[in-house]
């Protein structure tokens, strides 16, 4: 079994080290070529615009949304979350284009200046073993979510920041910086089955 962890952009080496603390194999994805040996992929947290900007210049976008149709699991983390939502919004609430995989509308910077980094303790539906220290770094938040997603986590005032949808798992926080590895743990599981 391996994953692919998106490398264009972004945090990408800190899902390649949790991985391999847990045991997984992981490689930096940056040509279509390299997702044929995949089971699944993960599109880390960074900047959603450049990111998007350098999928359609390696020719990445084709690929990966045959992954995705191909039931392989893609895990989306902050700005990948965003690349995966079939709406996002900028901040000046224009849309924006993006993967439009995951039936989740999502709104980019979705926490104000005065909070645009913090950590808080999560209560994920799937984890046991008590709260996810969830890092949220100029985070979106999930707005709306179809009728096929599962709510994984809120925050105390309702905000969604993690939904599973089939395949697609989608985190507003970034998991990988973080220290805990269930997360990672329950997308190998995923990607196992
Ligand atoms: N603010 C970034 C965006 O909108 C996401 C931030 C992150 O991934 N930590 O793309």
């Keep these: 079994m391996l994953i692919g962890i998106l490398a264009l952009q972004g ?23 390299q997702l044929e040996h995949v089971n699944g992929l993960v599109i880390p947290g960074g900047e959603s615009t450049t990111m ?6 390696f020719a990445l976008i084709e690929p ?28 000046d609430s224009t849309a924006m284009e993006t993967l439009g995989l995951m039936d989740i509308t999502v709104k980019r910077n979705a926490f104000g200046r005065q909070v ?12 046991q073993d008590g709260p996810f220290p969830g890092v949220f ?14 709510v994984l986590a ?5 905000e969604i920041v993690a939904a599973r949808q089939g395949n697609l798992l ?3 926080f ?3 910086l973080s220290g805990d590895p269930r997360l990672h743990r329950y997308f190998a599981a995923m990607v196992k089955r």
């Design 52 to 57: 998007l900007k350098l999928m359609r210049n």
């Design 170 to 172: 989608a985190t507003s």
């Design 11 to 33: 945090a990408f080496i800190e899902h390649i080290v949790m991985f391999d603390r847990i045991g997984v194999k992981a490689a930096e994805i940056r040509l279509p070529s």
């Design 116 to 127: 645009d980094s913090f950590e808080t303790k999560l209560q994920i539906k799937p984890l």
């Design 137 to 150: 770094i100029r985070a979106p938040c999930i707005e709306k979510a179809g009728r096929g997603v599962n």
């Design 64 to 91: 990966i949304m045959k992954l995705a149709e191909k039931q392989a699991p893609v895990w989306g983390t902050c700005a990948g979350m965003i690349c995966l939502a079939r709406h996002a919004l900028n901040p």
């Design 174 to 176: 970034h998991p990988e």
């Design 154 to 158: 809120k925050l105390p005032d309702g």
